[in-house]
């Protein structure tokens, strides 16, 4: 009997051991997956074209990136954001946080109320600027706010030989602009060909202003690079219960009050003839003088 109960106990316990098993190698294996997705999101959310090569200094490269994900919130992941790009020493030029309403519907719960249930869709549209030699690790701590990653584009447009025409249109510019100084000043006595003369000069002052202007831009452009981002959530919904609007009926007066306006307006009626033959008195007096004589010339 000793044997036949350790027997048991024996099978139980490898059992449970086996259960416990296999529910743990079921949780690392979720925990796995887990993780692949959030690598895989992370693998795909930067690019080399992120990356700066401090060793190349030919080229000159504008980067931009353009991401449009799902998030389980957008406030929080705007804050998120937010605080990301501000520990990289860039900024937010533009942001755009709402909420936009899918479809609504009203049911009547009573006598005197409705609920109005709205479906809606938080939304933000974003624009950031961060050194371009931290936009790689801004994208990969954006990327832990991603739930579904709709699309990633990445762009770098060299610009070096752009730069480099707008500094030769400069020193040209600037040479020009010196021979056109010295030929005014040997003939500032002839008026007309001193007033073209000025006139090209400032031509050639604003070309070397454009140039200058437009490397300027140029430069910001590559040392800060330009994250778009468009952000939405889930669809959710917003429940109200209202106060059901009831058509108010015309106020109408009852009989006893219409009767009784109706004898006033008529007395008043009286009233105003009685005044009005009253003001005729010279008439009527004279018309009866003038029957009296009538009568009188008859007989």
């Not at 005014?184 to 002839?190: A, E, T």
């Not at 007066?253 to 010279?282: K, Y």
Request: proline share 1%; hydrophobic share 40%.
């Amino acid at each position: 009997m000793i044997n036949l109960r350790n027997f048991i106990v024996g099978c139980l316990l490898v059992f449970l051991l086996g259960c416990d098993g296999r529910q743990a190698m079921k949780e690392e294996s979720s925990l796995a997956d887990t993780t692949g997705i959030g690598n895989r999101v992370l693998g795909n959310i930067s690019s080399s074209a992120a990356v700066v090569n401090t060793k190349d200094t030919t080229h000159q490269f504008i980067r931009t990136a353009d991401l449009k994900f799902k998030v389980k919130s957008v406030v929080k992941a705007t804050y998120t954001i937010e605080d990301i790009v501000a520990r990289q020493d860039g900024f937010v030029t533009y942001t755009n946080l709402g909420s936009h309403v899918n479809y609504s519907t009203t049911t009547a719960v009573s006598a005197d109320s409705s609920l109005v249930t709205n479906w809606f869709t938080v939304t933000n549209t974003m624009v950031l600027r961060v050194p371009n030699v931290k936009l790689d690790t801004t994208l990969k701590l954006i990327g832990r706010t991603i739930d579904f990653l709709d699309y990633r584009v990445i762009k770098a447009e060299d610009v070096a030989l752009q730069m480099l025409s707008n500094s030769l249109t400069q020193k040209r510019a600037g040479k020009s602009e010196k021979r056109l100084t010295t030929a005014i000043d040997q003939r500032g006595k002839k008026l007309l060909e001193t007033t073209n003369a000025e006139e090209l000069l400032e031509q050639k002052q604003a070309q070397a202003d454009q140039a200058r202007i437009a490397n300027l831009g140029l430069n910001d452009r590559i040392q800060y690079s330009t994250i778009n981002l468009e952000i939405y959530q889930r669809q959710d919904q917003h429940r109200e219960v209202i106060v059901n609007e009831k058509k108010m009926e015309e106020y109408e007066p009852s009989f006893g009050s219409r009767l009784a306006n109706s004898l006033e307006m008529g007395w008043n009626a009286l009233e105003s003839l009685l005044v009005f033959i009253a003001r005729l008195w010279v008439f009527l007096l004279i018309g009866i003088v003038v029957y009296w004589v009538y009568l009188k010339w008859k007989r």
